[in-house]
């Protein structure tokens, strides 16, 4: 079946640190992947994708790249800051077979970040 | 920006009660979904609808039920609700692959 596993929480930081969250899929196919943030209190927000292999995602400084021979999505960031302290979920995209357009999403189970000053 | 939208951001209701919860996306999405989020536990879906009126069980359906009349509309019902089902509810629409979320409704049962 499809599954991600994502590293365990919590994760706190100093700012200016440098950050990795672990993330390994399993699928079958070739799934697009993808990285939510959720703020306290919000809702969830891609943070950033990829949709093929060796494809690297990034924005807000933070990056990601598609690793097929490892199964691998790993979030990095160079230099953390206090406002990044949130909630993120490793995703990928499955089609159902038979229902066109329809493509559910497969989430880890969210690692928390506190960066503190 | 596509805008998701919910009813209520924080609901309570009494064991028993029939609870609705609305989600309305402005963005012509043809996908729309409903999660339900507990710690530890990440995302779990619950149904989805691609397209008007049709609707298909995600992973843990069961207590549950959904209507999409509308295109931009699709409510998840609880129709006796129970505290097991006290969490916080996510709605998200999507065209393709990508997902948009809505605020979240945070539900407590007592």
């Known amino acids: 079946g499809n599954s991600v596993t994502q590293m365990e929480g919590p994760v706190t930081l100093s700012e200016e640190a440098f950050l990795t969250i672990n993330c390994t899929y399993t699928a079958t196919g070739y799934p697009s992947l993808f990285w939510y943030v959720q703020y306290p209190g919000e809702g969830l927000q891609l943070l950033l994708k990829?949709?093929?292999?060796?494809d690297k995602g990034s924005n807000k400084g933070f990056e990601a790249t598609y690793r097929k021979e490892t199964t691998s999505f790993h979030l990095e960031k160079g230099s953390v800051q206090v406002s990044d302290s949130a909630v993120y979920f490793c995703a990928l995209s499955v089609r159902p077979p038979g229902i066109q357009g329809a493509q559910k999403l497969v989430f880890g189970q969210g690692t928390r970040l506190t960066i503190n000053p | 920006d596509v805008k998701v939208t919910q009813s209520s951001r924080y609901l309570v209701k009494r064991t028993g009660e029939k609870v609705f919860l609305e989600c309305v996306q402005d963005m012509d999405h043809e996908n729309m979904f409903w999660y339900r989020q507990d710690p530890g536990l990440g995302l779990r879906l619950i149904y989805f609808?691609?397209?008007?009126?049709?609707?298909e069980k995600g992973d843990i359906p069961e207590g549950y039920s959904v209507s999409r009349e509308k295109k931009e509309r699709f409510s998840l019902i609880l129709e006796s609700a129970s505290t097991n089902q006290t969490s916080m509810y996510l709605c998200?629409?999507?065209?393709?692959?990508?997902?948009?979320f809505g605020p979240g409704t945070r539900l407590t049962v007592t």
């Open positions: 998200a629409s999507s065209l393709a692959g990508e997902q948009y």
């Open positions: 990829a949709t093929k292999a060796d």
């Open positions: 609808s691609y397209d008007v009126k049709m609707k």
